[in-house]
């Protein structure tokens, strides 16, 4: 037996035949020319209290803005900002075609006749929607990662 903290997966092709190792995806197992012959169990991941400490007020919500941070980390994982240029004339050709958490975010350019468009979308849908968007008129379009959504 042989305990590894960190990279094992770099580790098996020189010190062993097989490893237990713990993994989301699978995908660096696989670049390490690693291939899973099974699995052992599935787990979840879960935040727990002590009893006394969520009795505590401020300790209760002290672990209250944690999850709201660890919530919006996960919110976040799959979404991005999109943000874009539209003329006056196409802004609500645009809007009606774009995907929003609730509405886009609508602000008028200084001094000429266009607005600037704020939205989150999936990040699976970018590649399809900016073409989309183009055609709609969308200018200057950027899309910006996102770290945490916090509802």
Not at 54 to 63: G, M
Not at 68 to 89: D, Q, Y
Request: proline fraction near 5%.
């Amino acid at each position: 037996m042989f305990h590894s903290f960190g990279a094992s997966e770099a580790k098996v092709l020189d010190l062993m035949d097989v490893v237990v190792d713990l993994t989301e995806t699978g995908t660096t197992l696989r670049k390490n020319g690693l291939k899973i012959i099974g699995q052992i169990m599935e787990s979840h991941t879960v935040i727990c209290a002590n009893k006394a400490s969520w009795a505590d007020p401020v300790k209760r919500r002290e672990i209250e803005e944690i999850r709201t941070l660890l919530f919006g980390v996960i919110e976040a994982r799959n979404k991005v900002l999109l943000t874009m240029n539209v003329p006056s004339a196409s802004m609500e050709k645009l809007v009606s075609a774009l995907p929003a958490m609730k509405k886009p975010t609508v602000s008028q350019l200084h001094g000429i006749d266009y607005y600037s468009i704020q939205t989150v979308v999936q990040k699976n849908m970018v590649n399809k929607l900016i073409p989309q968007l183009k055609a709609c008129g969308a200018e200057d379009i950027l899309e910006i990662p996102i770290t945490k959504i916090v509802p």
